[in-house]
């Protein structure tokens, strides 16, 4: 067995990865979109609020984030082993489970916002807003996590530019709409929230506009929806998943409820920092999708030589880039905070805390690319 590092290997993990890249930080930069707006406003707490109530709504679309990476495992294996039908039936039941979850959190998520705020206590002025900005995003819960479901089948099939393009489309969607609605209409973080949700559903129906045009899928759908056994598979493998999941997701909700009891401008900076780190974080774990795809496919092939090329490539890419991302936000993050919003004390809070961003990131890198190894492999 070889103990160097192959160039093609490396090239082949990186033009995987690049589009995942772009594509996967979509979805931090619709908290940065949504923060950037809020930060332009003519009060911090609409800020505060809205990068709070992200944080917080990790506690109910976050949590089903395995909705992308066990599809994402199943499909690159059906794919190494050529059965394209197979692939169809994990999504069909993917895209049903999604929509089963996303409707249970838009009847029992309202329920669940007082208890969450009597938790967090943010301070007066956060209150209403966010109570606000929490109860529509609620709204986009079915649309959120298919758009989850039906962008893991995309990537487990190696079609890393249709996840770019979706990607891009509903953050350039969701940029538009919510200046229209925030600013232009002054609905402040109301109008946030609506144009965040507007873009989700848009997003579903162009996602799956391209797969029903792409594919002949009206003689599998319903063979696949009727395939009982896959969603034992789902659960079995989506299970590990959520508990990893809600775990890692528990840190960050933590940040923002102790930011939310300290005080307005703290909560706006914490809100900054965690908005970055998550851009930060989700772009790193663009190689651990391709990572996902090189595992499952390799798997499927029965190609251990594979495997073990794609394990070293993941590796160097990861730390390589895990550096320039430090370097670059090191540099130059008293001007992106100035780009978020124009309250100084809010910048100049969020300046104090960058040590912890980047030993925070260092710490992401490994593990974030060995996560995407491992569900590739479906070892969850």
């Avoid at 251990?304 to 160097?316: C, P, Q």
Wanted: glycine share 8%; proline share 2%; with cysteine.
């Amino acid at each position: 067995m070889r103990s160097h590092i192959r160039l093609e290997p490396v090239n082949r993990l990186w033009h995987l990865a690049w589009p995942l890249i772009i594509a996967n930080i979509a979805t931090p930069l619709l908290g940065l979109a949504d923060a950037a707006i809020a930060g332009h406003l003519d009060q911090a707490y609409y800020l505060a609020a809205v990068t709070v109530g992200a944080e917080l709504l990790v506690i109910f679309f976050g949590t089903f984030s395995f909705l992308r990476m066990g599809t994402t495992g199943l499909v690159a294996q059906a794919v190494g082993s050529n059965d394209q039908a197979h692939s169809f039936r994990i999504v069909a039941n993917a895209v049903l489970l999604a929509l089963a979850i996303g409707c249970l959190l838009l009847l029992a998520g309202a329920q669940a916002i007082d208890p969450v705020l009597e938790f967090a206590k943010p301070t007066l002025e956060m209150t209403e807003p966010l109570q606000e900005y929490l109860k529509v995003r609620l709204w986009g819960a079915p649309a959120n996590l298919t758009l989850i479901a039906l962008t893991g089948w995309f990537i487990g099939q190696g079609l890393t530019r249709i996840a770019l393009y979706l990607s891009v489309g509903i953050n350039i969607l969701n940029i538009v709409c919510n200046y229209l609605l925030a600013i232009e209409l002054q609905l402040n973080s109301y109008g946030i929230a609506l144009g965040t949700v507007i873009s989700e559903y848009t997003g579903v129906l162009i996602a799956g506009v391209v797969l029903w045009r792409k594919f002949t899928l009206s003689k599998v759908v319903i063979g696949s929806i009727q395939a009982s056994g896959l969603w034992v598979q789902l659960v079995k493998i989506n299970t590990p998943l959520m508990l990893r999941t809600i775990l890692l997701h528990s840190v960050f909700v933590t940040l923002s409820v102790f930011a939310a009891r300290l005080g307005v401008e703290e909560a706006a900076a914490i809100g900054l920092i965690l908005v970055l780190l998550a851009t930060a974080a989700y772009a790193l774990d663009g190689f651990a999708y391709a990572s996902e795809i090189e595992a499952g496919q390799a798997l499927g092939e029965r190609q251990f030589e594979r495997f073990i090329d794609s394990l070293r490539a993941g590796a160097v890419l990861s730390i390589a880039s895990t550096a320039v991302i430090v370097l670059f936000t090191n540099v130059f993050h008293s001007q992106l905070f100035h780009a978020l919003t124009d309250f100084q004390d809010v910048v100049t809070e969020a300046n104090s805390l960058m040590t912890w961003f980047t030993w925070i990131l260092f710490a992401l890198c490994g593990s974030y690319w060995l996560d995407g190894v491992f569900i590739g492999l479906t070892k969850t």
